[in-house]
């Protein structure tokens, strides 16, 4: 019933549902020489961390997020790269701290925000297989796309 209870919380204090995409940080990502290290989640977000894109800059290379970081619990904003994100998704935001945080959107309406979710995950993609792209993956690797691909 929590969902119920933060949307009354939201509508008291003159908060509007906004809609956004919601991506998760990878849990862990490559770095340094030829992508041969590896690091969980980014310097702001534990890997996993579910966090609310906000907008989108540099032709969705990196994106304005907001999300809990690794060393306290309040929401902030932080830019983060896409390739570091993955699942995106659409999603009806009525956290009131999420909001308060956002204040805005850039997606006006649900079908706009999922066809931004086709292309973060889609650029997010590229920007992960491009980066490395003539290097081969260190052994064993954790990255998005070695995981995802022994999953399946």
């Known amino acids: 019933m929590t969902g119920s209870h933060e949307a009354q919380e939201a ?29 969980p989640g980014t310097k702001s977000f534990k890997g996993g961390s579910r966090v609310y894109v906000q907008e989108s800059v540099d032709g969705a290379e990196n994106c304005m997020v907001i999300g809990r970081p690794r060393h306290t ?26 909001l308060r945080t956002a204040e805005w959107s850039g997606f ?28 081969h993956h260190p052994e064993p690797c954790l990255c998005h796309e070695c995981l995802t691909s022994a999953a399946a």
């Open 108 to 135: 006006p309406d649900g079908a706009a925000a999922a066809r931004a979710a086709a292309v973060y995950e889609r650029k997010a993609r590229e920007l992960r297989t491009w980066r490395w792209a003539d290097w």
């Open 73 to 98: 619990r309040r929401y902030v904003a932080a830019f983060v790269s896409t390739r570091h994100l993955h699942t995106f998704r659409p999603k009806l935001v009525r956290s009131p701290a999420v």
């Open 11 to 39: 509508q008291e204090q003159g908060l509007e549902p906004l809609w956004m995409v919601v991506a998760n940080v990878v849990q862990w990502r490559r770095y340094g020489e030829g992508g041969q290290g590896q690091r």
